[in-house]
């Protein structure tokens, strides 16, 4: 199938210039069973590319319309039956319209009025439409759908999301327009009657793919992709993830896999976007996450370093608290002494005078704290003549003021606990230096498993089926520069856990 497929690409991509991408995306929309919508101005080869699609598929009809705000649905659906209309049923001759076509291109679809949306959404959503009193299943396989803008009108939202693959195609640019002008209207060369693609064929390799399961690290980039999207708000419905993976599975199966892998999910930014200026952030991304897993991953390991290098501060500064025969917790006093007391009240002074309260009618007695010498006392309090002071209803000299030990400032010093390291348990020891082995080895596996994909993405890159051969060398420096952190981080962590290999023992 592999190699039928591309001799089908290269004839859809024959005398097309730079739509190598789009041409890819809508084979693959149309295997998978899934639509297809450009964005961009006219005379970008929109229309072609969906003619191109009906030279491939073999048995079917196609069908093409341009839409206007006046479009009617018997423009897209087919005319009423007047035989119907007589036997007073109102049915649809749908014969060489939509709903009997395989292959159909739409263009302007977002000019599309409510007379049109519901039959056409139920169209593209359940490949049935509803005709007269009964609802008939249609062989559509895809639609591509054009137009010049995105839709406006929120009620053209459940029409836009029903394009799993969504692409912004411009003109030439200026490298390629000197190719555009040299081309010629040669007609591509005629395709073997045994690669075209016919509705079995399409069916047979949608249900082979369901079976193709997807790698650990695919589960993994999903699921923190999802994240990145939600705190962006931008909504991807849970509808849209499952196409998303039937997507993945169906192009990894075609390309030959016996799984889905993350190089596929490079088809991602062309199905997750609102605004297409948020592809290129879904791609960047997607790039830098490559090097990691839900075990392996910078971030994760950064927070994990921070937590063990706290706790290993916490282990290592931890002190037990001696106390003497009777239990009795001791300190180490001002003159290094052991001691039983946790602290002691002294007098303070300033360089050697000593310091006092102010008299008790003062509300602040202390000074905050800073006390009075003598002369402060005595020049702020007590008066100059016989220097005394009126407390608690009596006259008091300086000099019994300054002799009474109550009238001192008094200041409290606590004694540092005699202390000496924690020592830890042969087993807490074990169990820390075994949890940063556990990451040390999954590191060390991680990278084996990084070196072979470095090794080999540029083979499988540029032979695959779906992607853009040019997306190896930024997969491949975005690989190394995973392994460059990743390494940095396993130092860090070996440095952790020879630090719990050194503390205490018991």
Not at 278 to 299: F, M
Not at 430 to 445: G, S
Not at 485 to 503: K, T
């Amino acid at each position: 199938m592999k190699a039928r497929l591309k001799r089908l690409q290269r004839h859809l991509q024959h005398g097309l210039i730079e739509r190598d991408t789009p041409i890819r995306l809508t084979l693959l929309a149309m295997l998978c069973g899934e639509h297809l919508l450009l964005i961009g101005p006219p005379g970008t080869a929109k229309s072609e590319l969906a003619r191109r699609l009906r030279r491939v598929f073999r048995g079917g009809q196609y069908f093409e319309r341009l839409l206007t705000k006046f479009s009617v649905p018997e423009e897209l659906f087919g005319p009423l039956s007047i035989k119907a209309l007589e036997e007073d049923r109102y049915e649809r001759l749908t014969a060489s319209y939509l709903p009997s076509a395989s292959i159909a291109f739409i263009d302007e679809i977002f000019k599309a009025n409510s007379a049109i949306l519901n039959a056409l959404l139920t169209l593209l959503n359940e490949r049935e439409f509803d005709n007269g009193a009964q609802r008939v299943k249609t062989p559509l396989a895809a639609v591509i759908g054009a137009s010049n803008e995105l839709p406006e009108d929120d009620e053209l939202d459940a029409l836009y999301d029903r394009f799993l693959l969504r692409y912004e195609i411009g003109p030439v640019s200026d490298e390629g327009f000197h190719q555009l002008l040299q081309l010629d209207d040669a007609p591509a060369p005629v395709l073997d009657e045994a690669d075209l693609l016919c509705a079995d064929d399409l069916s047979a390799v949608q249900a082979a793919a369901t079976q193709l399961p997807l790698a650990e690290d695919v589960y993994y980039l999903l699921g923190g992709l999802r994240d990145f999207l939600r705190e962006r708000h931008i909504t991807v419905s849970d509808r849209r993830w499952r196409k998303i993976v039937k997507l993945l599975q169906v192009a990894a199966w075609s390309n030959g896999q016996s799984q889905v892998q993350v190089w596929d999910c490079w088809l991602l930014q062309y199905c997750l976007w609102q605004q297409p200026k948020q592809r290129a952030t879904i791609l960047h991304w997607y790039q830098s996450h490559l090097g990691t897993d839900a075990v392996v991953n910078p971030e994760r390991l950064k927070r994990l370093i921070g937590v063990w290098r706290e706790t290993l501060e916490k282990e290592r500064n931890n002190k037990r608290h001696l106390g003497n025969e009777k239990g009795e917790r001791l300190y180490v006093d001002h003159q290094g002494q052991l001691t039983t007391l946790s602290g002691r009240e002294y007098s303070a002074a300033d360089n050697g005078e000593p310091l006092y309260l102010a008299p008790p009618d003062q509300t602040d007695r202390s000074n905050a704290g800073q006390g009075y010498r003598c002369e402060e006392l005595q020049e702020q309090f007590f008066d100059d003549h016989y220097q005394q002071c009126h407390v608690d209803g009596k006259w008091v000299r300086i000099s019994e003021y300054t002799a009474n030990p109550d009238n001192r400032l008094m200041r409290h010093e606590s004694f540092s606990p005699h202390t000496e390291p924690v020592r830890y348990s042969e087993s807490h020891i074990h169990e820390r230096v075994m949890a940063t082995q556990d990451l040390l080895d999954a590191i060390a596996n991680f990278k084996q498993v990084l070196g072979r994909k470095l090794e080999t993405i540029a083979a499988d890159v540029t032979d695959h089926l779906w992607l853009d051969p040019g997306f190896a060398v930024p997969a491949q420096e975005n690989l190394r520069d995973s392994l460059t952190v990743i390494e940095a981080l396993e130092v860090q962590i070996r440095e952790l856990q020879e630090g719990f290999r050194q503390l205490p023992r018991q």
